[in-house]
């Protein structure tokens, strides 16, 4: 496996993280970095959904949505999930989900 490899995975963020603008920084995020993916919020209260890119990308933004977030977040728990690598990326942009 090469860091050139393009890994998808599914994340769930945890803590204070709606109503902060979560989505909006981790779209912003993500752009930044090059990824595709999606993210939303859910009922339960957390914030999730998948990135998709090259390897040492995604590892970056697991490293900013475990600690970073957004500037009014409070995170607690990080879970990342299904993590594969893939041929060519699902997503053609990073998307906030309604």
Not at 12 to 27: A, L, M, S
């Given at each position: ?5 393009l890994?998808?995975?599914d994340?769930?963020i ?5 109503g902060?603008?979560f989505r ?9 970095l090059?990824l ?8 339960a209260g ?5 990135l998709?890119?090259p390897r ?14 957004s ?15 893939v ?12």
């Amino acid at each position: 496996m090469s860091n050139e490899d393009l890994l998808s995975v599914d994340y769930e963020i945890f803590g204070r993280v709606q109503g902060v603008f979560f989505r909006k920084y981790t779209q912003a995020e993500g752009k930044k970095l090059g990824l595709v993916g999606w993210v939303q919020n859910t009922g339960a209260g957390t914030v999730r959904g998948q990135l998709q890119g090259p390897r040492i990308k995604v590892k970056e933004m697991q490293e900013w949505l475990k600690s970073t977030g957004s500037p009014k977040s409070h995170i607690t728990k990080a879970e990342f999930k299904n993590e594969k690598t893939v041929d060519s990326l699902e997503h053609s942009s990073f998307n906030i989900v309604k």
